[in-house]
């Protein structure tokens, strides 16, 4: 079965500490994209990757990392930089960085102990 | 600024009934609209995809029309069941790949 799987589906963050959540793609796409969601606003795009190797900063990247070394996984971090960091996080991944349909993950839900 | 807004933020009616939800952009020069749907702690599943130089696309009992000059989106579901009970997402990408999506439509399905 092709797909997205984020894990864990939910974590929890105690201050000053950084966690890392997973995100794996056996669907062979170049690029995937990190989304914030929280409740009553749409996604907000945190990081994207259109190819191995490279990222670039979303609309709100800040207190966030990435790394890419691998085609089909994509670690966001969330450090303790990030002063709200509770939220809904959706990995996504499509065929090109262009006019596709985006595939996603189940999520994880991040809280703050 | 390139806003996309979703009316009603929830939605409830009875099976069977014909319902149509509403997406709006401020800004018409979009490559495409897509609808997504989304059940309680999930990820994004999408529904339908309509090229900016498109009119309308539908799969089984759902219809999505896009009419770029007024800057508006419908989706239609036709005889609603109670799995259709989800939030109904709309995002629009823009020319540089940026998508933005509306904070989406809560529909109930009673049976």
């Known amino acids: ?113 | 600024k390139q806003e996309v807004t979703q009316i009603p933020a929830a939605l409830s009616v009875p099976e069977g009934e014909n319902l149509v939800l509403n997406c709006s952009f401020t800004d018409s020069a979009i490559y495409n609209l897509q609808w997504f749907r989304q059940d309680p702690g999930k990820g994004l599943t999408s529904l339908l995809l309509i090229q900016s130089s498109q009119r309308e696309q539908t799969s089984g009992r759902l219809n999505a029309s896009l009419d770029k000059s007024s800057g508006r989106s419908t989706l239609y579901i036709a005889a609603s069941q109670p799995g259709d009970s989800a939030t109904y997402l709309c995002a629009v990408n823009y020319n540089n790949n940026d998508m933005r999506f509306g904070a989406g439509t809560r529909l109930t399905v009673k049976p």
Request: charged fraction near 20%; charge should be neutral.
């Open chain 1, 1 to 113: 079965d092709g797909g997205i799987t984020q894990s864990p589906k939910y974590l929890f963050r105690k201050e000053g500490q950084n966690v890392t959540l997973s995100c794996e793609q056996n669907l062979n796409h170049d690029a995937m994209y990190w989304y914030r969601q929280d409740p009553g606003q749409g996604l907000r795009l945190i990081y994207y990757s259109q190819i191995v190797n490279d990222f670039q900063k979303g609309d709100i990247a800040e207190g966030y990392s990435v790394s890419r070394e691998k085609k089909e996984s994509f670690p966001l971090t969330v450090t303790s930089a990030q002063k709200n960091p509770t939220a809904f996080y959706l990995c996504a991944s499509s065929m090109s960085f262009g006019n596709q349909p985006q595939h996603f993950g189940d999520g994880t839900r991040l809280s703050i102990l």
